[in-house]
């Protein structure tokens, strides 16, 4: 039997809270602990459950679901943070990034992705939706410059290996630049990266 996974649901929409929570209770290793309506409720329930993820609605009475996010970053609290939202905006999706989410989604998203998104994260992926991750690479590049140099290495035909003897970098910490790279980019692999990147003009 899998591990349970702890969940703390932050929404002030009830019927949408409850009609979240019965589905994800649905599944044999989720479980919720607790609902909250408001951001400071959800601070409080997060602070006294320590659930392993908290699925956060932006806006909300009091505080926001960033501001918690914000909040939680700051104690080094545990838990992971998944923002869920019906806005798909750059603006939004930088500072959810900044706050140090776990996730990005859409309320659109079905409940199975939804479930699968919480074991991804609780496992130590990120997991952003295709969409906002699309209207985010084209307002700016969500890379750091040591991740495009390393993009841009391997556009010019470079291994993993090469890449690691050019920067004086171990073979695994080039694996999970690359990793990180492909995950804030929304690509399959380092082809699909390297695309994505020059059509946005992040390489030459």
Not at 60 to 84: C, D, F, H, N, Y
Request: net charge negative; charged share 25%; with cysteine.
């Amino acid at each position: 039997m899998r591990e349970r996974i702890r969940i703390v649901i932050a929404e002030d929409q009830g019927m949408l809270r409850s009609a979240i929570a019965t589905l994800l209770n649905l599944e044999d290793d989720l479980e919720v602990v607790g609902e909250a309506s408001d951001g400071a409720e959800a601070l409080a329930l997060i602070e006294d459950k320590k659930p392993d993820v908290c699925l956060m609605d932006i806006e909300m009475p009091g505080m926001s679901g960033l501001e918690v996010a914000r909040r939680l970053k700051e104690i080094g609290a545990e838990t992971k943070v998944i923002i869920v939202t019906t806005f798909a905006r750059p603006g939004y999706f930088r500072a959810a990034l900044e706050s140090g989410v776990h996730g990005y989604l859409l309320k659109d998203t079905p409940s199975d992705e939804l479930a699968e998104a919480i074991r991804l994260i609780h496992n130590g992926r990120r997991v952003f939706s295709p969409d906002l991750s699309f209207e985010w690479i084209k307002a700016e590049p969500p890379l750091t410059e040591r991740e495009l140099q390393i993009l841009q290495l391997a556009a010019a035909g470079k291994t993993s290996a090469e890449i690691a003897g050019a920067l004086y970098l171990s073979n695994g910490t080039v694996r999970n630049y690359m990793s990180e790279i492909l995950q804030k980019l929304g690509a399959k692999n380092r082809v699909e990266a390297i695309a994505i990147a020059k059509n946005n003009g992040w390489l030459p």
